[in-house]
Structures are given as structure tokens and as C-alpha cells.
């Protein structure tokens, strides 16, 4: 039982063109989400989130949209850089006091910008 | 400063040998976490635990894996008689708080049984 979704395993965009990942999940106890960045032999490195309570958060190019009606989130990335190219994972967790903030991960989109 | 530290980074271990990985997390972080990640799949939690105490083992796929942290700072993962299902990298993250949702991740540990 998957509850965190990441369908496109991978995508491939032009240098300064937007990528677009979305992330689906089925968890409505879901109050925190994340986007965390992979390169090959390193760990996750955290990227972007955003709590349940709004429906958007930016960072420089970077943003995160949360649609909680739909459950599902984005990560626009404008413009893409050929660094950007790693494997980003979508993440989720539900508050629970004293008990940590656990992860469940999607599967994972592998992203390639091409100079 | 120092990140999330594993070692080792490449263990083969041959079926049914006992191995211990070990995490250094971040000093002065108080939750510390293990996760499995398969290959081609995001990472699954293991065990949580908030400074020496292990609250949450629920991920723990099977008896044999074992995880401690008897001083609230680095942790062992021991997985007793391995299995070839068990090959994965194990990640280890801390965060600095018990509510903190940045987790800091180490490089992993491969894990390859034969």
C-alpha cells in the first residue's frame, strides 16, 4: 500500500525550461510534505516543504504547490540547471507529539536537464 | 560542521553472517532515524528514536533487525543472519528537535548479501 506516489520515474528538460514534478498520496493524516534531492552515493538532501495549512511555498526557483482536495503536490523548478539533475524524492509525515516525524517517500523521479 | 556520518559505506556480507552499521548523527540532535531504501524505491522507515530511547520500531521488517542508541548520540543497526531480501542501503538521518521534519540524511550504508 503505497501511500505517497511519485507516477513519472523520470522526466528530461531543457536547460532554463520549467520541470514540474508531481507527487500523489492516499494519507489524509498527511500534515507536512517535503521534497528532498539525491545525487548517486550521497543521501537525501533536503530541498522544499510546505504544511498542510497553505497551498504554496517558494524558495528562490523552486516552489511547491499542495492541492489537499486532490492530494496531490508539485515542485516547479524555473529554470532548470544542468546541477539540478539528480533523483528527487517526495516525502510525507504526519504530526505526532513526542513520537518524531517519521517519512513515508514516493518511489522517486529521476531528472535529467540537458544543456 | 559535520554532517550525518555511516560507516561502513560497503558491506557484503555472505547469508546468514550478523552485520552492524553505524550511524554518528549531528551533534546535539536529539531524533535520529533509520531508514531502507530498495533499489529503484524511496526510502522506508525503519526506527525512531529520541535522544537514547527507541520510540517508534514499527518499520522494522523482521525480529532479526535490532537498533540501538545507548548514549543518545551514534547508533547501531544489526541485522542478525542475513537474508538476500535484506541487501538495500540503510540511511540514517537526525533531525534537532523530537518535532522537526528537516531530516539530515547521511551517504548510507550499501548493503549487499550474498
Redesign the interface.
Known sequence: DQQ?K?NSPSLSVQEGRISILNCDYTNSMFD?F?W?KKYP??????LI?ISSIKDKNEDGRFTVFLNKSAKHLSLHIVPSQPGDSAVY?C?A?V?I????????????TRVLVKP | GAGVSQSPRYKVAKRGQDVALRCDPISGHVSLFWYQQALGQGPEFLTYFQNEAQLDKSGLPSDRFFAERPEGSVSTLKIQRTQQEDSAVYLCASSFRDISYEQYFGPGTRLTVT
Do not use: D
Open positions: 505517497v511519485q507536512y517535503l528532498y552515493a550521497e543521501g537525501p538532501t533536503f516543504s524524492f516525502a509525515s504530526t507529539k513526542a513520537a518524531g516525524n517519521k517519512l513515508t517517500f514516493g518511489g522517486g
